[in-house]
């Protein structure tokens, strides 16, 4: 991943560390990341280092949802062929996340009005390319009908993905779905020649710079907990 993103070493094993950790639940290995990462960086307008920035936001949602790691960051790279990037990425894939799994009072009755349940359920249950598919089917066909006018389309996407996210969610909803799963399937699949990198002298030290922050992140956390333990209870007396 340090070869492929033109990252130093620190900062690749951060990022392998962090993703690792955050999609512990899905297996993910350092090779799965630095193959996945390195191919998103290669087909989209995302480098490495932006795609990392828009996981650190959205990653923890989308991984407490059981979604895909290939599907998130296909995502995200689309977005980023968009120059939808970083944070604004980050942002409005967690909006979109949250208010799907858990719909505030706005993007209930738009889901409800667009007759977009299925692809609610979709998305909560782990299935964002499903999801995001289905909900372009919708929007076409209520667009299309004369059901709803262009503004009240646009009006429902802000409900669904916030006034800072909407941006994001119409461009998702225009991308031809076809390219949507040629990208999940290349980011799945796709290799950037990290069989060979781990062979290397600089692959072996990135791993290992990889594990020691994971086994260091695990530490802090197991000790953190104790802390509060032990914290909770002297505030008893």
Not at 90 to 112: V, W, Y
Not at 132 to 151: A, D, I, P, W
């Amino acid at each position: 991943l340090a070869t492929a993103g033109n990252l130093d070493l620190a900062r690749s094993g951060e990022i392998v560390a962090g993703t690792m950790n955050m999609f512990k639940r899905q297996g993910i290995t350092s090779a799965d990341v630095a193959n996945m990462l390195g191919t998103a960086a290669n087909s989209s307008g995302a480098d490495v280092n932006s795609l990392a920035k828009t996981l650190e936001n959205c990653g923890p949602q989308a991984a407490a949802m059981n979604i895909p790691f290939h599907e998130v960051i296909g995502t995200i790279s689309l977005l980023g062929d968009r120059m939808i990037k970083g944070g604004k990425a980050g942002t409005t894939l967690k909006n979109f996340f949250q208010r799907m799994n858990n719909p505030p009072k706005a993007a209930a009755k738009a889901i409800k009005e667009f007759g977009l349940e299925t692809a609610q359920a979709e998305i909560q249950n782990g299935h964002l390319g499903k999801g995001l598919l289905e909900m372009q089917k919708r929007f076409n066909e209520v667009g299309k009908s004369g059901k709803k006018s262009t503004n009240e389309i646009n009006a429902a996407m802000k409900d669904l993905a916030g006034s800072y996210g909407d941006a994001g969610l119409n461009a998702l909803m225009k991308i031809d779905p076809g390219e949507i799963l040629a990208r999940f399937k290349a980011i799945k699949e796709g290799v950037v020649d990290v069989d060979s990198l781990m062979n290397t002298a600089q692959g072996r030290l990135m791993v290992f710079a990889a594990n020691v922050q994971l086994l260091g992140y695990n530490i802090a956390k197991s000790f953190e907990g104790g802390f509060t333990s032990a914290m909770n209870v002297l505030n008893k007396f």
